[in-house]
């Protein structure tokens, strides 16, 4: 059973500071990994898409990497802002025949400190 | 549409009553998904619609939940005789052509169970 793990569970760091939030996961048959982020009674909005076949993606100030083979990927946020603030989750798309699903992390829930 | 859409966003029902939660997919997106997240949970799979075909039900927590996908479009997702465990934020989602194509997800319904 895939098991998708985020550290850390929260985290605050001032305004400006560049930063690397974690997921790992424990099956690497996936077809992609996307990470999202939630704002407070929201629903998820997509932030990067990275095929199994891919490293990284970026997308303005954020960058995702992904290393299959020891089931990890990092979201770096550069140069953070107030706005960032919110629980991001991370979620891998199984490949395995049946049971085609996305699996998510429980978040890493970010504050940025003006 | 310009997004998945969910509706109502918010109910309130009494326990022992059932409930429909809809969900309008992104036009021309093949794959529609529901999720669960309870109060300080994680996202919880629940149900998975591909195209024409079966649809994914292993993440269904009894058989008081039930879901549908009319015309490959709209989809509802029924919880009969609703207990307070049901409490949570229904999460619909969709992609193009499923497992390896970026998913989008709806602003969710949050149905309290009194």
């Known amino acids: 059973k895939q098991e998708v793990t985020q550290i850390p569970a929260a985290l605050s760091v001032p305004e400006g500071e560049n930063l690397v939030l974690n997921c790992s996961f424990t099956?690497?048959?996936?077809?992609?990994l996307q990470w999202f982020r939630q704002d407070p009674g929201k629903g998820l909005t997509s932030l990067l898409l990275i095929q199994s076949s891919q490293r990284e993606q970026t997308s303005g100030r954020l960058n995702a990497s992904l290393d299959k083979s020891s089931g990890r990927s990092t979201l770096y946020i550069a140069a953070s802002q107030p706005g960032d603030s919110a629980t991001y989750l991370c979620?891998?798309?199984?490949?395995?025949?049946?049971?085609?699903?996305?699996?998510f992390g429980t978040g890493t829930r970010l504050t940025i400190i003006p | 549409g310009a997004g998945v859409s969910q509706s109502p966003s918010n109910k309130v029902t009494e326990k022992g009553k059932d409930v429909e939660l809809r969900c309008d997919p992104i036009s021309g997106h093949t794959a529609l998904y529901w999720y669960r997240q309870s109060l300080g949970q994680g996202l919880e799979f629940l149900i998975y619609f591909q195209g024409n075909s079966a649809p994914d039900k292993s993440g269904l927590p009894s058989d008081r939940f039930s879901a549908e996908r009319t015309g490959g479009s709209v989809s509802t997702l029924t919880i009969q005789r609703t207990q307070q465990e049901d409490s949570a934020v229904y999460l619909c989602?969709?992609?193009?052509?499923?497992?390896?194509?970026?998913?989008?997800f709806g602003q969710g319904t949050r149905l309290t169970v009194v």
């Open positions: 099956d690497s048959a996936i077809y992609n």
């Open positions: 989602a969709s992609s193009l052509y499923g497992p390896n194509t970026e998913a989008f």
């Open positions: 979620a891998v798309w199984q490949s395995n025949f049946g049971n085609e699903k996305l699996t």
